[in-house]
């Protein structure tokens, strides 16, 4: 299939494709006016919704999203690493100020391991602001014997057993939610959030408790980089080096002050094309020649495509390879080496550096079968993608009792064999992709949802804080268990992480091999 041209495109050029994954609203009833108007609130259809976010600001810039496709382009070239993490899906009561900063202080503690590992710049992407839609395999679900439209998100329909009737006054519940997120996010940095301490005698604003942390040898570790990183600010701010500036990915860029970007699935096709503007595109971004104006969905400044909804002559494909944005792909085990080199042909016909991620998510038992092809494929191509392991979709399992759970052995061997096959092939893995959460309760504890890790977290205790209503995440530990794994594979391993990696490859109990139904 010859790939088609950005002339015969536009945001809505979707609609003329098969779609999957689309919410069935229910007919809109008629809908008469009672006696008291001032009392009465008409609902709105998904043809008024949508009219109404296609007049709402974006939420964020074409500056943004330029900005941060040049800092992928870097990423595709080995000279900096993307970390993108977060929620499975987002509630819209994760839009607090805590839960907010409990997630950008995790990125930010598990960027700081990174860049002192590997050192390199990490390029911090979150799925955040706007991650409020789940895909689906069947359209019902069986709660407590009954059977109901299955829960797609928040931006569809409600958790709660009595709200599952899609809603499409919902999309605009995401959009304020997002909005709310991405300001808080802005507000954070722009107020020094992310800064290091210069000296040992300050304290570092983004950092979460630690008394918690259950290994010494993680513990000691992180404290150890904190201190090292400033001790040397400090030694720079003696010598009168500039901390407000500096060159392009400098000091300032890696330790000073941090770019968070946000990222979604864009699922929901209604809502994605109501938010994609045609924007000037910025001096830095354009070329010699080019166009002056482009595309950009404005929703997120990364969104992706999902395992499920990448077909080549799809809806979701379609709207895609219109955009400026960078984006994801999924490449789980369906994917055919020909067919993820033609769907790269169809949405980077123009090979740019930043455009595309591959997020592959294998599971530890298939990534030595499936990787090595899928790369080769890649590297005959030409398109210089980001090659992103996604280590969480594909090693969920049921413990016993029936638990979805997932098991550091498993998400730690498919790292393992991922940096293990690339270099074989002369490749690099050159980003993450985790489901994670820095939330922590009153008590000082993490959440209890994968098995495993420096901490031990046996399977009787994923009971004990297991909140998550979708797929179990790493917690705050796990999470820099997986950032000290992959700063030892980046050449600053020592023997204190040698301890920590010891005690992720332990062998996970039987019960935790079971693949979840």
Same mark, same amino acid.
């Given at each position: ?15 003329? %494709? ?24 008409? %609902? ?109 998100? +928040? ?12 809603? #499409? ?5 995401? $959009? ?72 392009? /990915? ?20 209604? $809502? ?9 595109? #910025?001096?830095?971004? !354009? ?13 997120? +400044? ?46 980077? #016909? ?18 030595? %079968? ?67 959460? /820095? ?5 000082? +504890? ?67 091999? !079971?693949?979840?139904?």
């Amino acid at each position: 299939m010859a790939p088609t041209t950005a002339a015969d495109w536009s945001p809505s050029s979707w609609r003329s %494709k098969p779609i999957v994954q689309d919410v069935v609203y229910p007919p809109e009833p008629e809908q008469v006016e009672p006696a008291d108007p001032v009392a009465w609130k008409r %609902k709105q259809g998904l043809d008024q919704v949508v009219e109404k976010l296609e007049k709402l600001p974006p939420l964020v810039s074409a500056v943004e999203i330029e900005r941060l496709k040049a800092n992928l382009a870097n990423v595709s070239k080995g000279e900096a690493f993307l970390l993108q993490g977060g929620d499975c899906a987002e509630l819209f009561d994760y839009c607090s100020s805590e839960k907010i900063e409990h997630r950008l202080s995790l990125l930010l503690s598990m960027s700081l391991i990174l860049i002192w590992g590997m050192k390199l710049p990490v390029v911090r992407i979150a799925r955040m602001g706007g991650q409020y839609a789940k895909p689906r395999s069947k359209q019902t679900e069986v709660v407590d014997g009954v059977e109901l439209p299955s829960f797609r998100g +928040h931006n569809v329909n409600g958790l709660d057993p009595n709200d599952r009737l899609p809603d #499409p006054e919902r999309l605009l519940s995401a $959009y304020f939610h997002s909005a709310a997120t991405v300001n808080h996010v802005r507000s954070l940095l722009a107020s020094g959030f992310a800064s290091l301490p210069s000296s040992r005698e300050e304290d570092v604003a983004w950092s979460l408790p630690l008394s918690h942390v259950r290994s010494p040898q993680l513990l000691s570790a992180y404290e150890d980089i904190v201190y090292n990183l400033s001790q040397a600010m400090e030694f720079m701010s003696v010598i009168g080096v500039d901390r407000s500036g500096g060159s392009k /990915g400098g000091l300032h860029g890696a330790l000073e002050s941090a770019d968070i970007f946000m990222s979604h699935e864009a699922l929901m096709l209604e $809502y994605e094309s109501a938010l994609t503007r045609k924007l000037p595109i #910025p001096a830095f971004a !354009r070329t010699e020649g080019g166009d002056k104006e482009g595309y950009y969905c404005t929703s997120a +400044h990364f969104v992706w495509i999902g395992d499920r909804t990448r077909a080549l002559t799809g809806a979701h494909v379609e709207f895609f390879r219109g955009l400026r944005n960078p984006i994801g792909i999924k490449v789980g085990p369906s994917m055919d080496p020909e067919e993820l080199v033609r769907l790269l042909g169809i949405v980077d #016909p123009n090979k740019e550096p930043g455009r595309v991620t591959l997020i592959s998510r294998y599971g530890a038992e298939l990534v030595e %079968k499936l990787l090595p092809a899928h790369i080769e494929a890649v590297q005959k191509s030409g398109h210089p993608v980001i090659f992103c392991s996604d280590p969480m979709h594909g090693n969920t399992r049921s413990a016993a009792g029936g638990v979805k759970t997932r098991a550091m052995h498993d998400i730690v061997s498919e790292i393992s064999a991922s940096l293990r096959i690339h270099a074989s092939l002369g490749s690099k893995l050159n980003g993450i992709h985790l489901e994670l959460t /820095g939330d922590i309760t009153p008590e000082g +504890h993490s959440v209890t949802e994968c098995t495993g890790g420096s901490m031990e977290l046996a399977e009787e205790e994923l009971g004990l804080r297991f909140e998550s209503y979708c797929d179990p995440r790493l917690n705050f530990e796990q999470s820099l268990d997986v950032a000290f794994m992959l700063s030892q594979a980046g050449g600053r391993g020592r023997s204190l992480d040698n301890k920590i990696l010891k005690e992720l490859s332990i062998s996970r109990p039987a019960s935790e091999a !079971r693949p979840a139904a």
